[in-house]
């Protein structure tokens, strides 16, 4: 299956440079190009977008904006957002999480980076390290203050509809490891773990394992720096 990916970057000559590099591999193919983020929403709906490499900062509608509206949308529910910034840590890019997004890349990351990013959004997996995750948890979500509604992901009381091995596989997810380094860790299959992460996103209102980390760490129940 051929990976559909969308450009949005206010930038045209990064935008080509992005093009090139994508069409050049035999799995992917760019299906638009976009240079703000109200074009990046409709071009996404259009095109079939399957993953989006959004600019967090652009004139008019910024990525963060485009980012909630396309994850907002239950027809966009197979789409993923690979967020593309200048400064990987960055209160915006909390927030991209927060909206949706499956995690986020630097722009001066190597080529080979960013063909991973597209394979391993599309394949629904977070584009998270374990060091860049603590390091945004760390500096911004202890300053920022999430809508008080019954969803927010800094409630603590959201982890109580969780058993003890869905917290558990929490831990593990929040720390950046895969399904196959948890069940290694706790001594079950990857398939358990993996119906514990689906149990988990389904009971906490998550979109992928990016929220999952967010939610871990707003929670209270991983720790900047464990």
């Known amino acids: 299956m051929t990976i559909r990916v969308l450009l949005a970057d206010d930038q045209a000559l990064l935008r080509s440079a992005f093009r090139v590099l994508v069409d050049s591999e035999p799995d992917m193919e760019v299906v638009g190009e976009a240079s703000d983020g109200a074009e990046a929403v409709r071009l996404v709906k259009e095109q079939r977008a399957d993953v989006v490499l959004m600019d967090?900062?652009?004139?008019?509608?910024?990525?963060?904006?485009?980012?909630?509206?396309?994850?907002?949308?239950?027809?966009?529910?197979?789409?993923?957002?690979?967020?593309l910034t200048t400064f990987e840590i960055d209160d915006y890019?909390?927030?991209a999480l927060r909206a949706g997004a499956c995690g986020f890349l630097g722009k001066g990351s190597e080529p080979e980076d960013l063909l991973d990013a597209v394979r391993i959004a599309a394949r629904g997996d977070a584009l998270l390290s374990p060091a860049a995750t603590k390091s945004l948890?760390?500096?911004?979500?202890?300053?920022?203050?999430?809508?008080?509604?019954?969803?927010?992901?800094?409630?603590?009381?959201?982890?109580?509809t969780l058993t003890v091995r869905e917290r558990q596989v929490l831990v593990q997810v929040a720390g950046g490891h895969s399904n196959d380094e948890i069940a290694e860790r706790l001594r079950v299959s990857p398939l358990t773990v993996k119906t514990h992460v689906n149990r988990a996103?389904?009971?906490l209102g998550a979109r992928d394992r990016a929220q999952l980390?967010?939610?871990?760490?707003?929670?209270?129940?991983?720790?900047?720096g464990r």
């Open 213 to 224: 980390v967010v939610i871990a760490y707003e929670s209270g129940l991983v720790k900047p």
């Open 137 to 160: 948890i760390a500096r911004f979500l202890a300053q920022s203050t999430p809508a008080d509604d019954d969803r927010d992901p800094a409630r603590p009381d959201r982890l109580d």
């Open 56 to 83: 967090i900062r652009m004139p008019g509608t910024d990525g963060l904006a485009a980012t909630r509206t396309i994850c907002a949308d239950p027809d966009l529910a197979h789409v993923r957002v690979v967020i």
């Open 201 to 203: 996103m389904a009971k």
């Open 93 to 95: 890019v909390v927030q």
